[in-house]
């Protein structure tokens, strides 16, 4: 199946700080979606981007679709931006369906 | 308005057990899944139900068995429980199984099997 790395698998923040999480996968993909995890345990969707930019607010994304990786940057960071930041893939087999494989993380704490 | 939503949030409950987590989704998706997150943050998709029709099943075991009454209800049963059981559950839509889908979660419900 298709393989999912994410690195840093942990990093740790100033606040005010900017940084870059990066996602390589392994195959062509039709999905790609990034998602928070808060300390609170709940799955945030952050950007669904199989390929191009997109932003939101102090975050942004890019997928570069033909080199099989993406990028989430993180800007001005805040205490609240902490938690695990997920990139999650799918290549969307017809016959097999719908299925998302996560990378293992990164591991975000940003220190006041 | 709550899109897709789980009860219970906490289960605890000893080996052996039998035990049910439901999941609704008002988002009016056609697709619905079960993703396992263990100790280790690690996430896996458990199923995936399309209008009701069982679409993907990942190598679980047999204890744990999907119902989907609805194309809005996507409910985990599990039999037998073991102490490796233990983990988070999310349950997650999304609007359609072709070509394309974003994938919304629910909030997670944290089992503990003593």
């Known amino acids: 199946g298709i393989q999912v790395e994410q690195s840093p698998p942990d990093l740790i923040l100033q606040e005010g700080a900017n940084s870059t999480l990066r996602c390589n996968f392994s195959?062509?993909?039709?999905?790609l979606q990034w998602f928070h995890q808060n300390p609170w345990g709940q799955l945030i969707n952050l950007f669904y981007i199989p390929s191009g930019t997109k932003q939101n607010g102090r975050l942004s994304a890019t997928t570069v679709a033909t080199e099989r990786y993406s990028l989430l940057y993180i800007s001005s960071s805040q205490t609240t931006d902490s938690g695990v930041y997920f990139c999650?893939?799918?290549?969307?087999?017809?016959?097999?369906?719908?299925?998302?494989?996560f990378g293992g993380g990164t591991r975000v704490l940003v220190k006041p | 308005d709550t899109a897709v939503s789980q009860t219970p949030k906490y289960l605890v409950t000893q080996m052996g057990n039998d035990k049910s987590i439901k999941c609704e989704q008002n988002l009016g998706h056609d697709t619905m899944y079960w993703y396992k997150q263990d100790s280790k943050k690690f996430l896996k998709i458990m199923f995936s139900y399309n209008n009701k029709e069982l679409i993907i099943n990942e190598t679980v075991p047999n204890r744990f068995s999907p119902k989907s009454p609805d194309k809005a209800h996507l409910n985990l049963h599990i039999n037998s429980l073991e102490l490796g059981d233990s983990a988070v559950y999310f349950c997650?839509?999304?609007?359609?199984?072709?070509?394309?889908?974003?994938?919304?979660f629910g909030p997670g419900t944290r089992l503990t099997v003593t």
């Open positions: 999650a893939v799918d290549r969307l087999i017809k016959a097999a369906g719908n299925k998302l494989t």
């Open positions: 997650a839509s999304s609007p359609r199984q072709y070509p394309t889908n974003e994938q919304y």
């Open positions: 195959d062509s993909v039709n999905n």
